[in-house]
Every structure is written in structure tokens, then in C-alpha cells.
């Protein structure tokens, strides 16, 4: 996703508020990390992808039982494509899956967009931490309703390997966002082959996924709310398997889709639901960028507790607020909530990511309450989606 392009989303989307996810010239560094050799993770200790500067980058906790710990491990997977002429551009969600026993990834991927444009890559990840490596399979990329331009970002995988995505489409008036479902074989399929059917093509400002149930998942969108999907869900691209209509595309669209709010944005500082997390006891986490909120629910949008929350009297102005602006989250294995702060600032530009003002934060919890975030890494690029997986 362009930094100028969301900046523009987000200085439209304020001003949205207040009336009523590519290339980058960012030098795409790994920041600044409390770091020591990646051979200090053991086999066992989950691992957190993130995407920042168009790069892809891995961090796992050196000792995730101290709450107050900063120090982690850093490897470098993936450099960007202005960096490195055979790097690749990376962002938004990711998600970690396995097929066969390969451990798999889907990241946006916008090497050198609008031609190609955007999609999603799927990447076997091989390694473990100091030693992985991310190879690439084969891409997703579908057809865009008309608005601000293709924008990669949510993704989910169903419990029979069907993929999930979700492109943010227009940001400030409309609803163009789109939900698809693709369809395996993902491996050795050249890209434009992977049968798809879209399931929504009318979300305002899509974001991230969660996937709760074989036949259910959630996904949010910033103008929207957080949003139920259930089942049954096309089987393929045909009518024969559920997907009975096209869009204006000519692309396959399904017939009808089974779709309820379950979070309105607004109440509890939830202003813009960007981020979706599992929570302990069959709930969620939500974040919301703008007000630099984490807030945590149940499966049915009830509110439970406000987990992140900016100080009282803090601002984003030329620094962001304290606490960061949290955008991408993701619950690792041992039960923390990450989340990637992509350093909003308000400049004469607007609002959007400072330069070198982003960072990777961490909220351990003691007895199930949670403690004050946790700066794990620096001074980053627009660091957008979060994903993890444990060896």
C-alpha cells in the first residue's frame, strides 16, 4: 500500500469523522531493535511477522514470561524492491497456514504496481528464526471496483484451505472494498489462474479478518463497523458451486452472502475498527488507528474491556501519541497482543505515518490484566499488518 496514497485515506477519513495498504521513498530500514543473535530463540517461541517499509521482517521474545521485556530476536526475510532489484514489495495482513506439512504465508504483495497491480503472494516459509526464508508460489490477484485504486490488505484461511482476502477500495465516501474467496490449488498456479468468487464488493474502507468458525468469520472495515460472514460459502467459481453472479467486471460474484454487524463503530472510542485479534474465552481484540484504541469483545460484538487507550489530554500532532496508533494486531501462542503502531502525526500534509515514526509493540498480560505496551522495535516505516506463527 502507497504511504502517500494512505495518508491521503487518512486525512479524508478525519475529516470524514469530524463532519458527522507497493513502492515506498522511505528508506525501509529495520529500525531501531533491542536485539541480540537470532540463535537465542529456542524452537518453541512464537514467532511474529511484520511488514514495515515494504520489507518483511521476523521478531520473536528472547523470555515472553517478563512483562517487562524489550529484548528480541530480528532477522531481515524479505527486502523491499527499491532496495534490493530482486526483492519484493510487502504489506498488510499476514496470515500463516500449513499445506502438506509446508508452512505457508499470504502477504500483500505490489512489486512494481500498477503493473502488475496489487494482489496477495503465497510464499512457503522455510527456517526457523535467524534462518528463515520466504519463497514465492504463486500470486492472488483479482479485478478492483472503481475507486481509490487496488489496496491489498486483509487475509483468512478456512479450515479447508480456502483463502480469504479483503482490498480496502474507496476510503472516504462509497463502499467499494472487496471480500473474496479463492480457491486451492494455490501452489503452481501462474497468476490470473486461481479460481475466485467475491463475496462482497461494497465494504467501506476494508481491513483485517478473522476467522471464527469452519463456515465464519469476521472481518472489519473503518467506516463500517466489524462485520459476521457465515456460511455455506462457494465451493468454486461456478453457479454449480455457489457462485451465481458477476460483477461489473465480468468477474464471478456470489448470488447472495449471509452478512450481520456486529460492532458499530463509535462506542467505547472504537472509531474506525482497522485490526482484528483472538481474545481469551471466545472473544476478540479490535483496534482503532485513529484513536489509538485497543478495545476487547466477545464473538458477538459485546464490549468487555479497553485493553490500549491514549493518556488523558494526549494528541497526535507532530509526534504521535504515546502509547502509538494501533493498526495491524495479532495474539501470539503464549497469549500477547501485538500490535504494529504505524506512527500517525499531524504535518502540514495532513494526518498520516511520520517518517521513521512507526513501531512494533507488545502487551503482556500479568493474571489476565494487561501491562503498559512494550516498545519491541523502533523508528519503522509505515508498519502496517502483523502476522505469527510458533515453530
Same mark, same amino acid.
Given at each position: ?250 468477474? /464471478?460474484? #456470489?448470488?447472495? &452472502?449471509?452478512? @450481520?454487524?456486529?460492532?458499530? =463503530? ?5 472509531? $474506525? +475498527? ?95 490484566? /494487561?501491562? #503498559?505496551?512494550? &516498545?519491541?522495535? @523502533?523508528?519503522?516505516?509505515? =508498519? ?5 506463527? $510458533? +515453530?
Amino acid at each position: 500500500m502507497s504511504h502517500k496514497f494512505f495518508r491521503t485515506i487518512l486525512s479524508l477519513l478525519v475529516l470524514a469523522l469530524l463532519g458527522a495498504g507497493c513502492s515506498t521513498d522511505d528508506s525501509g530500514d529495520a529500525g531501531t531493535t533491542t536485539t541480540t543473535d537470532a540463535t537465542d530463540a529456542t524452537d518453541s517461541d512464537p514467532i511474529i511477522l511484520s511488514g514495515q517499509g515494504n520489507n518483511l521482517d521476523a521478531y520473536s521474545l528472547q523470555d515472553d514470561e517478563s512483562a517487562d521485556n524489550t529484548s528480541a530476536d530480528h532477522q531481515r526475510v524479505i527486502t523491499n524492491a527499491g532496495d534490493d532489484p530482486g526483492g519484493l514489495d510487502i504489506n498488510a495482513q499476514l496470515c500463516v497456514f500449513d499445506v502438506d506439512g509446508k508452512r505457508m504465508l499470504i502477504a500483500g504483495e505490489d512489486t512494481g504496481q500498477p503493473d502488475p497491480p496489487a494482489g496477495w503472494g503465497i510464499f512457503e516459509l522455510t527456517g526457523e528464526m535467524g534462518t528463515l526464508a520466504a519463497s514465492q508460489q504463486s500470486k492472488l490477484t483479482p479485478t478492483y471496483q472503481p475507486g481509490d485504486g487496488p489496496e491489498n490488505y486483509g487475509c483468512g484461511i478456512l479450515a479447508d484451505g480456502r483463502i480469504l482476502t479483503t482490498d480496502v477500495g474507496e476510503s472516504v465516501t462509497g463502499a467499494s472494498g472487496q471480500l473474496i474467496i479463492w480457491f486451492p490449488p494455490f501452489v503452481g498456479s501462474a497468476e490470473g489462474e486461481i479460481a475466485y468468487c467475491k463475496l462482497d464488493i461494497e465494504l467501506p474502507t476494508a481491513q483485517s479478518i478473522l476467522v471464527t468458525g469452519k463456515e465464519e468469520f469476521l472481518v472489519a472495515a473503518a467506516r463500517g463497523g466489524v462485520f459476521r460472514y457465515s456460511g455455506p460459502f462457494p465451493t468454486g467459481n461456478t453457479p454449480q458451486e455457489g457462485c451465481s453472479s458477476v460483477d461489473t467486471n465480468g468477474s /464471478p460474484l #456470489a448470488g447472495s &452472502i449471509n452478512k @450481520e454487524t456486529v460492532i458499530e =463503530p463509535g462506542d467505547n472510542a472504537m472509531a $474506525t +475498527p482497522a485490526g482484528l485479534a483472538v481474545a481469551p474465552k471466545g472473544g476478540m481484540y479490535v483496534s482503532s488507528v485513529f484513536t489509538g484504541v485497543i478495545n476487547e469483545y466477545d464473538l458477538d460484538g459485546a464490549f468487555r474491556r479497553q485493553i490500549l487507550a491514549p493518556a488523558e489530554g494526549d494528541v497526535v500532532d507532530d509526534e504521535p501519541y504515546e502509547t502509538g496508533t494501533p493498526l495491524g494486531i495479532v495474539t501470539d501462542s503464549d497469549g500477547n497482543l501485538w500490535y504494529a503502531d504505524i506512527g500517525l502525526v499531524l504535518d502540514d500534509g495532513g494526518i498520516g505515518p511520520g517518517q521513521g515514526t512507526g513501531t512494533l509493540r507488545v502487551i503482556h498480560f500479568v493474571d489476565d490484566e /494487561p501491562q #503498559a505496551p512494550v &516498545i519491541v522495535a @523502533e523508528d519503522l516505516a509505515f =508498519p502496517d499488518g502483523l502476522g505469527t506463527f $510458533t +515453530p
